[in-house]
């Protein structure tokens, strides 16, 4: 598993550190915002190498963040909530993927890139987001 990807449960006592080994340079990190209506917000962030992307279920429903495997750059880190290290194993396991309301997840992105990514279970919804990396 990547060590930059973090699932952090409100309340929860665990807490991992995605400092460990880290490149220079200090860390910027973005929001992403996950609704009731279905969908990302911004639907699209453009960041810079390094940065930080958190996203936070601010709805009543859980949900994931799922990378489309085929949709990323060629060497980077395949990136999904629950930790899988595959498109096809976040699919099979919707369950584990799964953050409620109030919880968040975090990847850090490191190569330069366009990221496509939705949530498995409202991915018919429409529920699709990018990040860019320059």
């Not at 290290?85 to 109030?102: H, M, T």
Request: charged share 20%; glycine share 12%; aromatic share 10%.
């Amino acid at each position: 598993m990547n060590r930059r990807h973090i699932l952090r449960l409100s309340g929860a006592a665990l807490v991992a550190t995605a400092t460990a080994g880290c490149l220079g340079g200090g860390s910027d990190t973005k929001r992403v915002t996950m609704g009731d209506d279905f969908a990302f917000s911004p639907k699209r962030l453009t960041v810079s190498a390094g940065t930080t992307v958190e996203w936070t279920n601010d709805s009543n429903v859980p949900h994931t963040v799922t990378a489309y495997e085929d949709e990323i750059p060629d060497d980077s880190m395949y990136f999904a909530s629950g930790g899988f290290d595959s498109e096809q194993a976040a699919r099979n396991d919707v369950q584990g993927g799964l953050f409620g309301p109030g919880e968040s997840y975090e990847h850090t992105f490191e190569v330069a890139g366009t990221y496509e990514y939705f949530c498995v279970p409202h991915e018919s919804s429409g529920m699709v987001g990018t990040v860019v990396v320059k």
